[in-house]
């Protein structure tokens, strides 16, 4: 399944219609062709879709739908939820945003019983700058650990690409982690500009960096900056959009703490960026320690592995004010991460049954990870979150691996400044 877009705020009316004028010239059925391979309800936001009509996708074979409250009353979408787990679905129930993403691990949003993440490319974009080369310094003293923590066989090109205020400076392939890493210690031995604390060319430099390439859906892209997009940039917006779509990647849009910058999620350039990243089923990540930059890649990349993009809870708002999830998690999700930017509150968890246990990934004071194993089996989960300010919510499932490994990361705890260590599960083929 493509997309399906149920409420007035999913995304910019006109980039939806693009969106599907895009996929009609791949050949991919749309509007009155209820298949799974592409739905779309309609370029009129305004014409939202009624009960009847979503009972009537769910008996075509729909396998994932987000329903909230400005499209069917509650009642009703727990009713159609609870018919629904008869089916091997993931299916979210959002209270306070009703967007569904596609980007999942397979078309339909099932997870395959024998496929596997492998052949991707990992996407490193970074900004070459004075404000960013602490966050540059970390990740090129143990870009080569990444590698620990991840499927040998997930990816066969490492991609590094860096930008400036100018556009693309470099941008380069490899096999390997090590050749990335030297690189990048090239890139860190000559003198980097600085941008003075202003925005830059993000979206162009994504678009002409992917497009230099050739690689496969789902591959992983991070985007490494202390800044925004530029209001010349901005323009860019529609074609970013549909050519992420287009690609199929996880872009992960990492904001750097800088001194030179007061960039943050309240910032329109930043906000701008982080909203095209969560639409196309990325996310935003506010990192206040430039030095935490290869700890949290090596906690969050390896729940990307053969994961699903449930939902973001707040993409359109980034505020987590009395915020809810309804998710139902079926039989062979194995754990669940939450992505959290807030200002240290922590979710909430419960099954119909229990108060659910969460493992401390990652915490770089506002940004953090978390992960639970659905122990009450297939089922209804609640995920709560209420804080104040700037705020996201995302949630991904990943599937029970045959075999497992565990490794162990190292990361600060912001409460008692020791070093914990945090087990991380590595799936094997």
Partial sequence: MYGIYLTKNA???????????YLKSKGNPIGGNLTRNSIFIGCNSAN??????VKRLITVGLKGIDIGEGVVNRSAAIDMTKMLLREPIVIVLLVIVAVFLPLTANAD?????????????LFLIVEATQENTPALSDLEFCLSCVSNYINPYWFNQFVL??????GIRS??????????????????KNPLPSNNGSDLPLLESVIHGLSSFTFNPQSVVYLIT???SSVSDQVNGPTFFKALLGWQVQLQYILVNSTQSNHTLSTQSTRFVADLAVTTGGNFIGLTTPFEMTNFINAHLPTLYDSAFIGDATQGS??????TYYTAIEANVGTVYLYVYSNSVDPSVRSKYNIISLKWLFDDIYARIYSFTPVDGPGIYTVSLSDIGPCSLQIRSQSAPEA??????????????????HSQRLNVV
Avoid: M, W
């Fill in 48 to 53: 939202l879709i009624n009960q009847s009509y």
């Fill in 11 to 21: 995304v910019n009316e006109a980039d939806i219609c693009a969106y599907f004028e």
């Fill in 161 to 166: 690409i860096s930008f400036d205020a100018s």
């Fill in 404 to 421: 497992t490994a565990t490794t162990q990361i190292p990361t600060k705890s912001t409460t008692t400044g020791s070093t914990q260590i």
């Fill in 171 to 188: 941008a380069d392939g490899f096999f390997t982690t090590d050749d990335a890493r030297v690189a990048l210690e090239s890139i860190l």
């Fill in 226 to 228: 202390t800044a925004g």
């Fill in 318 to 323: 980034f505020s987590c004010v009395q915020t």
């Fill in 109 to 121: 949003g099932v997870f395959g019983a024998s496929k596997h993440d492998i052949e991707k490319t």
